[in-house]
């Protein structure tokens, strides 16, 4: 996993949402993803069509790894997310790269009276939500491109707003911190799922790969943020730490997973080995964390 930051690190937040259309989304894996769905694949449907991210099981140690076992601990993450975020009937909440709108999907089919947005750089993961998701029970739902620095929505919009395994591709942590905090209403919530380095790990994270070694199967990659980074950013950004939860054991059999369905996949990239090889053996050794954060205002 790459740890450069982007060029845009040093923007303004209005220079961004003036930039956005100009912006070449380069995310392998997506393009991966999107290809096999194009083709009708049903494995990669039913693995990855609503949700692109690690799956939770609360008793790891049973985990079934069956397609239907990995697509039912997606939507546990999703459940984790929203518990974090202390999500109930009537909010409004922002999703905040939203990939195929898995999450809104989840809160859509869970909750009543909601105003949902899911943002993206991607339009073409957002055509997918669009087809994807309706809304049910009285919601309200839209999907918008925009960059996840450079919100383009009105101060104090939304109860919450969440990033689930997407901020490490956030060219600015505190700049989306910021934005978060301006967007929440008083009371509001901001939750995120990351990777997240400990100390040993940490000095290694901060090498800096030259092109085109910097971008991997899973794109460019910030995973710079420890534990003690989070607390310090929000206190910075005068958010509070509601929430600080360590899953990696949680998340674990997500690799076994991974791993059989590349082989049936045939998947031949070594890029894609060896990233998430490399992961998966970061996060057994308990070198790389699999964090649930939930930040309010």
């Known amino acids: 996993m790459n740890t450069q930051q982007s060029d845009q690190e040093n923007l303004s937040a209005e220079q961004l949402r003036t930039t956005d259309n100009a912006v070449k989304v380069k995310l392998p894996y997506f393009d991966y993803l999107l290809a096999s769905l194009k083709s009708g694949d049903e494995l990669v449907e039913k693995s990855f069509g609503r949700h692109v991210h690690w799956g939770y099981w609360e008793q790891p140690r049973l985990a079934e790894l069956t397609t239907a076992d ?48 899911g943002l993206n750089l991607d339009d073409r993961q957002l055509l997918r939500a669009r087809e994807a998701v309706r809304p049910l029970s009285d919601n309200r739902i839209e999907f918008l491109q925009g960059n996840a620095c450079a919100l383009p929505f009105a101060d104090q919009s939304f109860d919450v707003v969440l990033a689930v395994e ?88 997500t690799y076994v997973y991974l791993r059989r369905l590349g082989r049936k996949q045939k998947v031949t990239s070594k890029t894609a080995v060896l990233e998430t090889s490399t992961i998966e053996l970061l996060s057994r050794l308990r070198l790389l964390g699999y964090y649930v954060y939930g930040f309010q205002k």
Do not use: W
């Not at 709108?101 to 859509?108: E, L, S, V, Y």
């Not at 967007?183 to 990351?194: F, N, R």
């Not at 100390?199 to 090498?207: E, G």
């Open 70 to 117: 990995f697509e039912q601990a997606t939507e546990n993450l999703s459940r984790q997310v929203c518990l974090a975020g202390n999500i109930h009937d009537g909010l409004k909440v922002l999703d905040v790269g939203c990939g195929f709108g898995g999450t809104i999907a989840h809160i859509n089919e869970n909750y009543s009276g909601m105003e949902l947005s």
């Open 166 to 253: 997407c901020i490490f591709h956030f060219p600015d942590r505190r700049q989306f911190f910021n934005e978060a905090y301006r967007v929440l209403k008083p009371g509001g919530y901001l939750v995120l799922s990351d990777f997240v380095p400990n100390t040993v790990l940490l000095p290694f994270t901060k090498i800096n790969l030259p092109e085109p070694f910097s971008i991997g199967f899973y794109g460019k990659c910030n995973v710079q943020y420890s534990a003690k980074h989070y607390r310090d950013l929000a206190k910075q950004t005068q958010f509070s730490v509601q929430t600080e939860r360590d899953i990696t054991i949680n998340t674990l059999p």
